[in-house]
């Protein structure tokens, strides 16, 4: 065992066994490299990234490799989920050098932690015009004995470089008509209308362009923007992006059409799309957005909950495919012949038509991916559903992939949003009480007494790396999101004291930009600072997203005020790079169209007028909007204040920067209130 042992991550964990010398990442290791006077060789992935588990058992599992790297290097690995912030910084070093990046991200640096020499995945031998790793090594290796002075310029310049990348806010005021309409057409004309999404292969989710589009949509009446939604979504859930028998969507498609997923299914992607599934199942009654919602929603639950309430990061893309061998998709594809050995002749020839299963196949050795691929002929949903309950029972019997079971704050916030919501939106309070264990967890293990976050924990132990920008803006969104569908004051109440880190420590006091990591975090060589969307939304974005909602429930002047100066950046990147800044544009239509605040106020919680009142609040289409249930009387959330009962009944008060209408003691009329930014 390696100095790996005993770690929270499972993605380290993987490679303690290792013959290489890993350090973590600690100034112990950067100690050693001086003292030995090497450089030292940065890994960094992830546990369920596939090629990083090809170059471990191709390199670092090799004992001469190892060797090599022992006598010459002092060898850190790193979880990127993790350590985003040193994701983050090299890997924008990385592309800066290379114009490309991925994972495993190979970066070498001197013992100040300056970058000299970058790569992802390198083979084992030479091929295809890239070197062997071995040869990387060497080279390094020899330009640190005989070109000490050039590698330190080199170092030196990219280190000058990344710190004149620093984001200057080119003004504070959030976008307006003109540039969320500029930003609707930037996605329109990127928009692939025949199979939905945007841009090629590989064709990502694209999670937070498509809550823009809905909240878009619901402001203004633009049917293109419901459209390229709507689309999307369906081509994605018949897509093999999906898992057809369980539910759940995997990271990406390799190809335009997703038909073939890279396989691993990662919490936040799963957390954002059931969320988008659920509101568009709002805006629309789609029930195949229903359907999509709810099984996804099953999935985080069944797959991805630890004992202690938590989510666990991803299911890995790879699996035993029964002869020992670790193959990617192994537990998700099928042949014909499978099928007929599961279901007999007649209930195999319906499953591959069903499914688009072909004696070719739509993946490697003649297997497919299960999609929906017909849009003709009917199937008798009796019969559908037991083929699909017969292959899922057979599947189970596979050996099933991996989990990195630590739990991320970020990306628990996210899934908590999304059970909360689908949960009261469906009627499923096993979805709801899902969502506040994992929100008893954060608070329990990662929320100390000073309002500080810890990223990660596993089996109930928190780890020892801070919580960066998004962890904050993110668990904010889903105490939020439980504030509005418990009525519980508390979550609110800890949603403000995160909050309160973002403007202490988060924000430039001068210019209101965001940085991902605090003022009093490690210092890098640069302080991390992207307000882009990548996989989840940014930090900066979803802080601005997470400030606003709580400015609407308390009427915080300052939160509201830090919320407009951080959308700065969208009213510059929106009309450019609409694809990258989704979860900013989403908060922008919230700002334009107030957000609406809505107080229901019932003589008890079980009343039925008060619960028909709640269920249409939550059910409102218009972005952005908070909604406080209680009793009349009650001073749990700030929303309720001074809202008495109406000729004794519930009521409904709607309001807009604190500005109210006559309140409502008729769900169909507030429903019709909170349906379109147009009536």
């Known amino acids: 065992m390696n100095r790996l042992a005993g770690v929270t991550s499972p993605y380290l964990l993987q490679h303690a066994d290792n013959p290489v010398d890993w350090w973590p990442w600690t100034p112990e290791a950067f100690e050693e490299a001086r003292r030995r006077d090497v450089p030292i060789l940065l890994s960094v992935g992830y546990s369920a990234c596939h090629w990083c588990h090809v170059m471990a058992h191709e390199s670092f599992e090799d004992q001469d490799t190892a060797d090599f790297l022992n006598e010459n290097f002092v060898s850190v690995k790193v979880d990127r989920e993790e350590r985003p912030d040193i994701d983050a910084v090299y890997m924008e070093a990385v592309q800066a050098a290379t114009g490309q990046g991925g994972w495993p991200m190979t970066v070498f640096l001197t013992p100040d932690a300056e970058p000299f020499y970058f790569g992802t995945y390198f083979p084992p031998r030479a091929r295809g015009g890239m070197p062997s790793f071995r040869q990387v090594l060497e080279g390094v290796r020899l330009a640190w004995d005989d070109r000490r002075d050039e590698v330190g310029e080199v170092a030196g310049k990219i280190v000058r470089d990344l710190a004149q990348r620093e984001i200057v806010q080119q003004g504070t005021e959030p976008p307006g008509e003109a540039e969320q309409a500029q930003a609707l057409l930037g996605l329109t004309r990127e928009y692939d209308p025949q199979r939905g999404g945007f841009g090629g292969a590989p064709k990502f989710p694209p999670s937070m362009a498509l809550e823009f589009l809905l909240r878009h949509h619901a402001r203004t009446g633009s049917e293109g923007a419901l459209q390229m939604a709507q689309d ?219 309002g500080h976050l810890t990223r990660t924990s596993r089996d109930g132990r928190a780890g020892a790396n801070a919580g960066v920008l998004e962890d904050y803006a993110d668990v904010a969104e889903g105490f939020l999101a439980l504030a509005s569908v418990t009525g519980e004051g508390v979550w609110l109440d800890f949603a403000g004291l995160l909050l309160d880190q973002v403007l202490a420590r988060f924000t430039d006091p001068e210019t209101g930009a965001l940085y991902d990591t605090a003022s009093d975090a490690e210092q890098l060589i640069r302080r991390p600072q992207d307000p882009t969307d990548n996989a989840t939304p940014s930090g900066w974005s979803a802080a601005a997203a997470a400030l606003l909602s709580y400015a609407a429930h308390t009427g915080s002047e300052p939160h509201r005020t830090a919320a407009e100066r951080a959308l700065g950046i969208v009213t510059t990147l929106g009309p450019r790079v609409p694809r990258f800044i989704g979860w900013g544009l989403a908060a922008a239509e919230a700002l334009l169209d107030g957000p609406r605040e809505v107080a229901v106020v019932g003589p008890s919680p079980t009343d039925a007028g008060t619960t028909a009142l709640r269920r249409a609040a939550l059910l409102g289409t218009l972005p952005g909007t908070v909604v406080a249930v209680g009793t009349v009387g009650s001073e749990e959330l700030p929303l309720l204040a001074g809202r008495p009962l109406v000729d004794g009944a519930a009521a409904a008060y709607v309001c807009r920067h604190f500005t109210c209408d006559a309140p409502t003691t008729d769900p169909a009329r507030l429903r019709t209130e909170l349906k379109s930014g147009q009536a």
Not at 351 to 363: I, S
Not at 368 to 397: I, K, M, N, W
Request: with cysteine; glycine share 10%.
């Open 232 to 450: 999307t979504c369906e081509r994605m859930a018949r897509g093999g992006i999906y898992d057809q028998l369980a539910g759940g969507f995997a990271r990406y498609s390799v190809d335009r059409d997703w038909v073939v997923p890279h396989f691993e299914k990662m919490l936040y992607d799963n957390a954002l799309l059931c969320r988008v599934y659920a509101h568009l199942w709002r805006g629309t009654g789609s029930s195949l957005a229903r359907r999509v919602a709810l099984e996804t929603a099953d999935f985080l639950v069944r797959e991805l909950r630890t004992e202690q309430g938590g989510f666990a990061s991803a299911l890995d893309a790879d699996s035993d495919d029964g002869t020992g061998r670790s193959v990617e998709g192994a537990y998700y594809v099928w042949s014909p012949e499978q099928l007929r050995a599961v279901l007999g002749d007649e209930g195999g020839e319906l499953a591959a038509r069903y499914y688009g299963v072909t004696e070719e196949g739509t993946f490697e050795h003649g297997r497919s991916v299960l999609q929906l691929p017909q849009t003709e002929g009917v199937f008798d949903a009796d019969q559908v559903a037991s083929v699909r309950e017969r292959l899922l029972a057979e599947r189970a019997l596979r050996p099933a992939p991996g989990r990195d079971d630590k739990v991320v704050a970020a990306w628990n916030g996210l899934a908590i949003a999304a059970l909360a919501e689908t949960g009261a939106y469906f009627g499923r309070p096993d979805l709801i009480e899902a969502a506040v264990a994992a929100a008893d967890l954060l608070v329990r293990l990662h929320l100390d007494e000073h």
